[in-house]
């Protein structure tokens, strides 16, 4: 398929697997041990090999890298350290040229505060147009010397910054939800608005298929910004679980924090999806929401709104047939019920990587990360063999499924990073208590061999690489009977040739509790959770994440058969 083969008017999205790079970590093409756009544009045709529908990038725009890219800078322009606007131009057509659309990052909650447009709402002062697109407040307290709100930094800390006026003295405050450097938005500017339409039309006038939405439920605060405390269970991008809630709370009722999921958000997505509408092809909007529970969730994929979010209630589930079953009907219920399809993920840049979350036999909230000190830090090898299992089931459910760089490689969390080269912001502002995101970012081996294992032209990557990923590199798994990289490619090319992505869930019951099975047209699916064998059902085998002995599943592992009934 080449680029002017991509089909248009077919609503892709409902059914394709997207492909998540992290520029950062993904390849180096030019040796200075930070992942860039041609890099990216050299390793494409391995992810054509891989079987993958879609690429989403993370930020590559001007910024600071504060925040890994997430404090942007300049909306419109690629950050030297990835290239340039040609590199990204390069880039675009080689994946299109492979029959690989292309989704961008877009950051809306909150700029960097080296953007013009802070600067300028520094420079003005308190009243002016140019801070009213942004979030300043007066302090509380005699003089202003309290924080407007008790609000928390998702980051760790206070949620506010006081400003210095021009004459030297303590001035008004700002929001960041995140990192100080992250100042928020005030959408209820009509200018902020239009500069967002602009930035749309930017990338898509260059040929983008869509936009991944950071922090997609954020940018409208509650009137009055009024102090709140979230549970102590709660996530830190808001979606508690009921559980976590008062007494009384039930499942259907959400927490709603003030600065999460407020109702107007979804006045900005219907006034994007007209954007989108207006030019040609399907072009996506992806939701990262963090809400729960999922009937919420599904508001932001109604169909005048945007076109995927993604599950992170399922991401969340452990490794538990009932739990799995429950999470399953759910999703494709609330989503069904607005005529959108279940978004399917396991692992992302920020969260722990599901080869060894799904191990962890303590707590761990996403974003909080795991490092040497965590209490029950996860088996390798029972991690990678539930990540097998669990991917070969996500991958046979109807939807579309989102994939992380590196996890088709079965790559665990790298625990052992020394705190020197830590650089995520949670790691500073909770004095390390937290150990935040570096552990899933770090940069991927291609070939065993090589220095940095092929990530770069150079010997070093921005993050230290862990010595036994030698033996997880692509060209050690490449062509390679019972590797994590040649199951995610069978069971890729087994999803559409037996039209999984558009088929249904159909339970089968029989195998005990803690086995999930079901059929999805021609194909039987069985996942045994549990650490007992199995029996499988009449039906060639198609695929198993681990090694059959005869027809007995063994623990830990998913298989998917030919339907006798079929």
Known sequence: MTGTELTHGTEWWRTAVIYQIYPRSFADANGDGMGDLAGISARLPQLKDLGIDAIWLSPFYTSPQRDAGYDVSDYCDVDPLFGTLDDFEVLQRTAHDLGIRVIVDIVPNHSSSAHGWFQAALAAGPGSDERARYTFRDGKGQNGELPPNNWESVFGGLAWTRTTDSDGTPG??????????????DWDSEWVREQFRAVLRFWLDRGVDGFRVDVAHGMIKAPGLPDYTPPAEGGSMGGAPASALEPGITAETPLTAPYWAQDGVHEIYRDWHKVLAAYPGDRVLAAEAWVDPL????????????????????????WNAARLKAVIDESL???????????????????????????LTGENLQGHGIGPKTVGLPDTALGLRRAKAASALMLSLPGSSYLYQGEELGLPEAVD??????????????????????????????EAASESF???????????????????????????????????????????????????????????????????????????????????????????????????????????LRSVEA
């Open 333 to 359: 219920e609330a989503f069904g019920n607005v005529g959108a399809p279940s978004t399917w993920v396991l692992s992302n840049h920020d969260v722990v990587r599901h080869a060894s979350r799904l191990a």
């Open 417 to 446: 990073l020394p705190d020197h080269a830590r650089e995520d912001p949670t790691w500073f502002r909770t004095n390390g208590e937290r150990y935040g995101r570096d552990g899933c970012r770090v940069p991927i081996p291609w």
């Open 295 to 318: 009937s919420q969730m599904a508001k932001w994929v109604r169909p005048d709104e945007m076109h995927q979010a993604f599950n992170f209630a399922y991401l969340e589930t452990p």
């Open 172 to 185: 008004q405050w700002y929001l960041h939800l995140f990192d100080s450097s992250q100042p928020d938005f």
């Open 454 to 560: 092929g990530f770069s032209t150079g010997a070093k990557s921005w993050l230290p690489q862990p010595a036994e990923w030698a033996g997880l590199a692509r060209d050690q798994q490449d062509g390679v009977a019972g590797s994590t990289l040649e199951l995610y490619k069978h069971a890729l090319t087994l999803r559409r040739e037996h039209s999984l992505a558009s088929g249904t869930v159909e339970w089968i019951d029989g195998f005990g509790p803690e086995v999930a099975a079901y059929r999805n047209g021609d194909v039987t699916v069985v996942a045994n959770t549990g650490a007992a064998s199995v029996q499988l059902p009449a039906g060639d085998v198609l695929l198993s994440s681990e090694e059959l002995v005869g027809r007995t599943l063994p623990g830990d592992a998913t298989a998917w």
